[in-house]
């Protein structure tokens, strides 16, 4: 994934999450994390229970993070430039460069005077818990905002990326569709058919692996299956929101004959592939075993007695690494689902 990629999905689970974004710069983003959020990313279960059972106010996490790390670094330096430059003002100190002190009684402290601390004597101080048994307690704190790189690869992106998939496994969405009326005429009734969508993920995998993204949609009344639904579906407006004047027609079948139905389609959808490919990948397998078996065998003919049994277990290792490695394998999983409610006369084609 690119930068640009990387921080677009970002912001989108930020803005999803109700996240409140401080700062937003093209190098880096600093966001006050909303409940849900700092629950899934900052790893506090000893602080939520505190406050799920006392019913406490929560205070959530600030954080910054970081898409660019050159640019990040970029900005701050030259931003500490410009504080640096503003707090260089003229008149502040001498021609001699020493600072002026004030003349006696004009703001100094007399000799027998208390000097500067943190409460004058015979203040009243603050009555605290803190402040009983440790005495001077500081009022103002200085919260640390923690700073972590969200580049490709790094822990915080695949923290990200469990939390949008543990979400977003399943979807329950309405077509929000509304039908021209006229003014004088009640407005009509509109039947909803339901789609069952499935986005699947195929890796034709062996020493080399190629994946794809299978997304289809089966049809609950007639069994039909649509591909490309994904595509599709995203020139419809969804919303978990029931519309008004909606109903449902029933369903034919059931989920689990959907999800069978599917997978067959699916499973004949790979059986028209050129797999010359797995082909191939068995050939370089036996080359790599042959190799293996060739210098194995002559290293254990010519070993000790105490240690032939050793580097016999170092060669059976070597040969399931090379199995697993080499031999041709197609893995299917699914990245999520979704039931869709839509317009019965406004049905997805091929």
């Given at each position: ?13 930020l803005e999803a999450e109700q996240c409140d974004i401080l ?208 595509e599709w579906l995203q020139t419809k407006r969804l919303s ?54 060739s210098y194995y065998e002559a290293l254990i003919q010519g ?48």
């Amino acid at each position: 994934m690119k930068t640009e990629q990387i921080q677009s999905f970002v912001m989108r689970y930020l803005e999803a999450e109700q996240c409140d974004i401080l700062e937003k710069h093209p190098s880096y983003v600093t966001v006050k994390l909303s409940p849900s959020a700092d629950k899934e990313l900052t790893y506090r279960p000893y602080y939520w229970n505190f406050v799920e059972r006392t019913g406490a106010v929560p205070e959530t996490m600030t954080c910054t993070f970081i898409f660019d790390p050159e640019g990040h670094k970029a900005a701050q330096s030259a931003a500490g430039a410009q504080a640096g430059a503003a707090g260089a003002q003229p008149g502040a100190a001498s021609a001699g460069g020493t600072a002026l002190s004030p003349p006696p009684g004009e703001g100094a402290p007399s000799p027998g005077t208390a000097g500067p601390g943190p409460q004058a004597p015979g203040a009243p101080q603050q009555d605290s818990i803190l402040g009983r048994y440790f005495g001077f307690v500081p009022t103002q704190m200085t919260s640390r905002v923690p700073k972590d790189e969200v580049t490709f690869g790094s822990r915080r992106l695949g923290q990200i990326f469990d939390a949008v998939r543990s979400k977003g496994r399943f979807v329950h969405l309405f077509e929000q569709f509304k039908p021209e009326q006229q003014k004088s005429a009640p407005p009509p009734t509109i039947a909803y058919e339901t789609w069952m969508q499935v986005n699947y993920k195929v890796e034709l995998a062996c020493d080399m692996k190629r994946s794809e993204i299978h997304s289809l949609g089966v049809h609950l009344v007639t069994g039909e299956i649509r591909e490309h639904f994904q595509e599709w579906l995203q020139t419809k407006r969804l919303s978990p929101r029931l519309p008004a004047h909606v109903y449902m027609i029933p369903d034919k079948f059931t989920l689990p004959r959907a999800v069978i139905y599917l997978e067959q389609y699916l499973e004949n959808r790979l059986k028209t592939y050129d797999h010359r490919w797995a082909e191939d990948a068995k050939l370089r397998l036996q080359d790599e075993l042959e190799r293996i078996r060739s210098y194995y065998e002559a290293l254990i003919q010519g070993a000790e007695p105490e240690k032939k049994a050793e580097i016999e277990a170092q060669y059976t290792n070597r040969q399931l690494e090379i199995d697993w490695q080499f031999r041709p394998r197609i893995q299917i999983s699914v990245i999520n689902c979704g039931l869709f409610h839509l317009h019965a006369g406004n049905l997805p084609t091929n």
